[in-house]
């Protein structure tokens, strides 16, 4: 899955390791250079067909201070374990039931019910805006984690181009909606 290095300096090296065990078709994996170590970090997608008929999904809720605890919490696993093992397969569902127990606990499955009306989808939220969203909350968590000035400006910076590019996209969106709806059903020209 990773194919690039993990870790550029004097020396280039690919020594971070994924363990999957679905096939590459199902995922991908990126890096992502978030400048928190020597290390870069690796971002894995998984794509799954999840039929969802309900206004109703459960999400994990992420804050500052329940990373805190999980970061504390993750200083506390005893990795020796690891060393005194020769089995491949042991050590990587040590390391699976490892991070899959701490996320379970720092940052639980939460039901949270979509709000919105149905007979008025929302159209003009694109992938452009989706993938801008996801930057903004990934920026958030560095600056809460770090606690850094420059940090906490490349947030606020991006995240005014962000609110900007979603007036904008609401703006040209709803303008061509309004095109041709004189003397129409407000449901009829909306959907």
């Not at 794509?47 to 999980?70: G, P, W």
């Not at 850094?148 to 590019?165: E, G, L």
Request: charged share 25%; hydrophobic share 35%.
């Amino acid at each position: 899955m990773i194919n690039d290095f993990t870790r550029v300096g004097s020396t280039s090296s690919c020594i971070d390791n994924v363990l999957a065990n679905v096939c590459d078709t199902r995922c991908s994996a990126v890096i992502v250079e978030c400048d928190l170590s020597d290390h870069y970090g690796q971002l894995v997608t998984f794509r799954a067909q999840i039929d969802i008929n309900t206004d109703t999904v459960y999400r994990r809720v992420m804050d500052e201070s329940s990373m805190s605890q999980f970061v504390a919490s993750f200083g506390q696993i005893r990795w020796g374990v690891l060393f005194d093992s020769v089995d491949v397969d042991s050590v990587a569902d040590f390391l699976l039931n490892s991070y899959r127990t701490l996320i379970d606990i720092h940052f639980p499955l939460k039901k949270v019910r979509i709000r919105g009306n149905s007979d008025y989808p929302v159209r003009w939220f694109n992938a452009e805006l989706r993938k801008m969203r996801n930057t903004v909350e990934a920026m958030r968590l560095v600056y809460t984690v770090t606690g850094d000035a420059m940090d906490k400006t490349a947030y606020d910076a991006f995240r005014k181009v962000y609110r900007n590019a979603i007036q904008t996209t609401k703006k040209r969106a709803y303008a061509n909606s309004y095109r041709g709806c004189y003397g129409q059903d407000r449901l009829r020209c909306f959907s």
